[in-house]
C-alpha cells in the first residue's frame, strides 16, 4: 500500500522578509496547520531569560528546549496566533528584537536544535502545513512539494519591524534595528549547523516594495498553479 506524505510548504528567509504574514494567510486560505518555528526558538529564549539561565551555556538551554512547553493559540478576534510559554501568552514579548537576537544565539547550538526538532516535525499532520522559519525547506522539511525563500534589503525590513514594534507601543531606533537586523543576517548565514540560505528548489521571492496581496499571490501559486 502505497502512502502519499501530508503535503508541506516551507517559507523561510531572513528576519522581517515578511515569512510570518505571508505564512499564517496563506495556511488560513488554504485551511492546512501553521508553524512557526521561529517562535519556538524565541520561546526557548525568552523561558531562559526568564529563568535567568545563561544564554551561552549550551547544556542548560538544552535542558530549556527539552522542558519548555509551548503551544500555539488561535486568537479568539481571529487576530495574530498565541504563544503560550509554560502557560504564560509570550505573544507580545516573543516579537522584541531582544528575544530574536536569543533565538538567533541558541539556534546555532546543535543540541538545542536537535531537541526541537521532533517537536517540529509533529506539526505535519492533515490537511497539510505550511511551516515559516529559516531552515524548514533545507533541514526540517527537505522532501517537502512545495518551497518558498522571502527576503527583502535589510533598510525594508528594518522600516517594517519598526512599524511593528511602534505599533506595540515599544520604543526602538530605526538605525538601531537595521543593525540588529544586519548582524543577524550574517550570524544566521555564517552558522555551521543549518546556515540561513535557500534550499535549492525553492522560489526566490524578494518582497522589497511589493505588497501583501501580491507576495502572497506568488507563494499561493507555488501550491496551486
Known amino acids: 500500500m502505497s502512502h ?16 510570518g504574514t505571508i505564512s499564517a494567510l496563506v495556511a488560513e486560505r488554504l485551511g492546512w496547520r501553521l508553524l512557526d518555528s521561529g517562535a519556538l526558538y524565541r520561546a526557548v529564549g525568552y523561558a531562559a531569560g ?11 538551554m538544552t535542558r530549556c528546549a527539552q522542558n519548555t512547553k509551548i503551544h500555539f493559540r488561535a486568537a479568539a478576534d481571529g487576530g495574530e ?6 502557560g504564560h501568552d509570550a505573544t ?10 536569543a533565538a538567533s544565539a541558541i539556534a546555532s547550538m546543535p543540541p538545542v536544535r536537535e531537541a526541537l526538532v521532533a517537536l517540529q516535525l509533529g506539526f505535519r499532520k492533515s ?7 529559516r531552515d524548514m525547506g533545507t533541514v526540517i522539511f527537505p522532501d517537502a512539494a512545495y518551497k518558498v525563500f522571502l527576503t527583502a534589503s535589510a533598510a525594508e525590513r ?3 519591524r519598526y512599524k511593528q514594534l511602534k505599533e506595540k507601543g515599544l520604543s526602538v531606533t530605526l538605525a538601531g534595528l537595521q543593525r540588529e537586523i544586519e548582524a543577524r543576517d550574517s550570524r544566521d548565514a555564517s552558522r555551521t549547523v543549518a546556515p540561513l540560505k535557500p534550499a535549492d ?10 505588497g501583501i496581496d501580491e507576495v502572497v499571490a506568488k507563494v499561493f501559486a507555488v501550491v496551486r498553479p
Open 4 to 19: 502519499t506524505p501530508v503535503p508541506v510548504l516551507t517559507i523561510d528567509g531572513p528576519s522581517g522578509s515578511g515569512k
Open 50 to 60: 526568564m529563568a535567568g539561565l545563561d544564554l551561552s551555556d549550551e547544556q542548560a
Open 81 to 86: 496566533t498565541r504563544v503560550v510559554v509554560n
Open 92 to 101: 507580545d514579548e516573543l516579537r522584541t528584537e531582544t528575544a530574536g537576537a
Open 127 to 133: 490537511p497539510g502545513l505550511v511551516a515559516d522559519g
Open 158 to 160: 528594518a522600516k517594517r
Open 201 to 210: 528548489d525553492a522560489l526566490l521571492v524578494d518582497t522589497t516594495g511589493m
